[in-house]
């Protein structure tokens, strides 16, 4: 089993419907869930963050963390064809000195 | 703006070379980090290092060696270049706490023939 684990894709949406990227983690002790977009052949961008339990929302974004079932999601809402990019999932395991990254999941938005 | 950045941005080499990627970054971040990413394969840790005389091997450090020169710099060596070292390397910072974001330069694309 994979310590982070996303659907590969690719998720595809219409323009202006919510976008639902969830991801798994192995770590029970993991304390840090981070959200990376990535555009093709381009460094991967902080877009989310979330340490507790519940939704965290910043514009059009939404972070979902539920620890008791060691998942997290990201739902982009008014979903643009500039979202259309690869969002990795970062985890910070308890005890543990790095992030561990998801393969990440591949998203195109269709206008 | 503060910053992360590394050289070369594109590299191609051949077989039994060896190979320094460059990171520097104006954060003030005292955490740095070298990840290659490969198709369908997600972001490897190679090394990290959170100050200038702590440097850890991460999952896949085998062929590879870094150093830590300053704060600000962190390089990562590959001593005898091979076919499948060829990925895009990226270069993170982050500052000491629990949290951990890190923070990513532009990437160096390595072809090793």
């Known amino acids: 089993q994979k310590e982070v684990e996303q659907n590969s894709g690719p998720l595809s949406v219409p323009e202006g419907a919510i976008a639902s990227l969830n991801c798994t983690y192995s770590d029970r002790g993991s304390q840090s869930f981070f959200w990376y977009r990535q555009y093709s052949g381009k460094s991967p961008e902080l877009i989310m963050f979330i340490y507790s339990n519940g939704d965290k929302e910043d514009g059009r974004f939404t972070a979902q963390l539920n620890k008791a079932s060691q998942y997290v999601s990201l739902l982009i809402r008014d979903s643009q064809p500039s979202d259309s990019a690869t969002y990795l999932c970062?985890?910070?395991?308890?005890?543990?000195?790095?992030?561990?990254f998801g393969s990440g999941t591949r998203l195109q938005v269709q206008p | 703006d503060a910053d992360v950045t590394q050289t070369p941005r594109n590299r191609i080499t051949k077989t039994g070379k060896r190979i320094m990627l460059e990171c520097s970054q104006t954060?003030?971040?005292?955490?740095m980090y070298w990840y290659r990413q490969d198709p369908g394969l997600g972001l490897r840790l190679i090394y990290y290092s959170f100050d200038v005389k702590d440097i850890n091997k991460g999952e896949i450090s085998d062929g590879y060696s870094v150093s830590r020169q300053a704060q600000a710099k962190f390089s990562l060596s590959l001593e005898s270049a091979i076919p499948n070292q060829t990925a895009l390397y990226f270069c993170?910072?982050?500052?000491?706490?629990?949290?951990?974001?890190?923070?990513f330069g532009p990437g160096t694309r390595l072809t090793v023939l």
């Open positions: 970062a985890v910070n395991g308890a005890g543990r000195r790095a992030l561990t």
């Open positions: 954060k003030g971040h005292d955490r």
């Open positions: 993170a910072t982050s500052a000491t706490s629990q949290r951990d974001e890190q923070f």
